[in-house]
C-alpha cells in the first residue's frame, strides 16, 4: 500500500458522517402519454402522510443499493404497475430539486426524470395502484389544477412539459409517443396534444418530412391510405415554430 493509499485508509476509518445534516435522496416521474390529441400524465394518490389524498407524481426513496434511474424504474412500476422494460419509451434526466423545505418530514433531495411513452394516439396503458398509493390514474395535463399537486410537483410538471415542447422544436422527440411506424397525421396530432394548438397539414409536412424515413409502407386512413415513417435525424433544420397560444386559444 503506497503512503497515498495508507493515508486514504487512515482517514477513511476515522470519517463521521453524522457530523454532517442527513439528507435523504428521492425521485420523481413526470410520466408522458398521448391519447385522443390529448396529453396525459400518469399522477398517484397519496395513501399516507404527508399530503395524504393528495395527486402527486409517482416516486420515491432511492435505496441504498441503487442509483437514481434503477429507483425510478422500481417506484414507478411499484406505484403505478408500469413496468418500463415492456413498453417503448424514452427516458431522461430533467432536473434536482434541492429546496431546504419541499419535504416537510427532512431535507430531501430529488431527481426528477422525464419519461415519455409510445402510444396509438389511442389508449394509454392501464395504471394499478401499488406501495403506498391510494391511486393511480392518467390526467390531461392541459386541464389539470397542477397546484394541487403535493410537495413542489406541480413546479416539476411544469419543467417536464417546457422540456418537452422546448425540444419538439428543434427535435424529433415526438416520435417518441406514437408507435414506432407512424402516420404524420399521429405526428402532428402529437404537436397539436403539447404545444395545444392546430398546425397547418402542408407546412407540417413540409417541415418534418427530411427528419423522418419513409417505410414504404402504407395504413388505411380517411380519405386513402396513408404513407408509414420512422425517424430519422435526432434534429429538426430548420427548426419548428412553436405557436404563441393566447389565454383565449
Same mark, same amino acid.
Do not use: C
Given at each position: 500500500?503506497?503512503?497515498?493509499?495508507?493515508?486514504?485508509?487512515?482517514?477513511?476509518?476515522?470519517?463521521?458522517?453524522?457530523?454532517?445534516?442527513?439528507?435523504?435522496?428521492?425521485?420523481?416521474?413526470?410520466?408522458?402519454?398521448?391519447?385522443?390529441?390529448?396529453?396525459?400524465?400518469?399522477?398517484?394518490?397519496?395513501?399516507?402522510?404527508?399530503?395524504?389524498?393528495?395527486m402527486a407524481l409517482p416516486g420515491g426513496f #432511492?435505496?441504498?443499493?441503487?442509483?437514481?434511474?434503477?429507483?425510478?424504474?422500481?417506484?414507478?412500476?411499484?406505484?403505478?404497475?408500469?413496468?418500463?422494460?415492456?413498453?417503448?419509451?424514452?427516458?431522461?434526466?430533467?432536473?434536482?430539486?434541492?429546496?431546504?423545505?419541499?419535504?416537510?418530514?427532512?431535507?430531501? #433531495?430529488?431527481?426528477?426524470?422525464?419519461?415519455?411513452?409510445?402510444?396509438?394516439?389511442?389508449?394509454?396503458?392501464?395504471?394499478?395502484?401499488?406501495?403506498?398509493?391510494?391511486?393511480?390514474?392518467?390526467?390531461?395535463?392541459?386541464?389539470?389544477?397542477?397546484?394541487?399537486?403535493?410537495?413542489?410537483?406541480?413546479?416539476?410538471?411544469?419543467?417536464?412539459?417546457?422540456?418537452?415542447?422546448?425540444?419538439?422544436?428543434?427535435?424529433?422527440?415526438?416520435?417518441?409517443?406514437?408507435?414506432?411506424?407512424?402516420?404524420?397525421?399521429?405526428?402532428?396530432?402529437?404537436?397539436?396534444?403539447?404545444?395545444?394548438?392546430?398546425?397547418?397539414?402542408g407546412n407540417f409536412t413540409r417541415k418534418m418530412?427530411?427528419s423522418l424515413t419513409p417505410t414504404g409502407r402504407?395504413?388505411?386512413?380517411?380519405?386513402?391510405?396513408?404513407?408509414?415513417?420512422?425517424?430519422?435525424?435526432?434534429?429538426?433544420?430548420?427548426?419548428? #415554430?412553436?405557436? #404563441?397560444?393566447?389565454?383565449?386559444?
Amino acid at each position: 500500500m503506497s503512503s497515498n493509499e495508507s493515508q486514504e485508509a487512515e482517514f477513511l476509518a476515522s470519517y463521521d458522517p453524522a457530523e454532517f445534516p442527513p439528507v435523504a435522496l428521492t425521485v420523481d416521474l413526470v410520466v408522458f402519454a398521448v391519447a385522443n390529441r390529448e396529453l396525459h400524465v400518469a399522477l398517484v394518490e397519496r395513501g399516507g402522510q404527508p399530503f395524504l389524498g393528495r395527486m402527486a407524481l409517482p416516486g420515491g426513496f #432511492v435505496g441504498p443499493d441503487e442509483d437514481a434511474l434503477a429507483a425510478a424504474h422500481r417506484e414507478l412500476e411499484e406505484e403505478t404497475g408500469l413496468d418500463l422494460s415492456r413498453h417503448r419509451v424514452v427516458v431522461e434526466q430533467l432536473a434536482t430539486y434541492s429546496a431546504p423545505d419541499r419535504d416537510p418530514r427532512m431535507r430531501v #433531495v430529488s431527481v426528477a426524470h422525464l419519461v415519455l411513452l409510445g402510444g396509438d394516439g389511442v389508449n394509454l396503458p392501464e395504471l394499478q395502484a401499488g406501495s403506498d398509493a391510494a391511486k393511480a390514474q392518467w390526467q390531461p395535463v392541459h386541464e389539470l389544477e397542477s397546484r394541487q399537486l403535493a410537495f413542489d410537483h406541480a413546479d416539476i410538471l411544469a419543467a417536464g412539459l417546457e422540456r418537452l415542447a422546448g425540444k419538439m422544436e428543434y427535435t424529433t422527440i415526438a416520435t417518441a409517443l406514437v408507435q414506432e411506424e407512424f402516420t404524420l397525421s399521429a405526428l402532428r396530432d402529437v404537436y397539436t396534444a403539447v404545444w395545444q394548438a392546430e398546425l397547418p397539414a402542408g407546412n407540417f409536412t413540409r417541415k418534418m418530412r427530411a427528419s423522418l424515413t419513409p417505410t414504404g409502407r402504407k395504413v388505411q386512413a380517411v380519405g386513402a391510405p396513408a404513407s408509414l415513417f420512422i425517424k430519422g435525424s435526432e434534429w429538426i433544420t430548420p427548426p419548428m #415554430v412553436r405557436p #404563441v397560444v393566447t389565454a383565449a386559444g
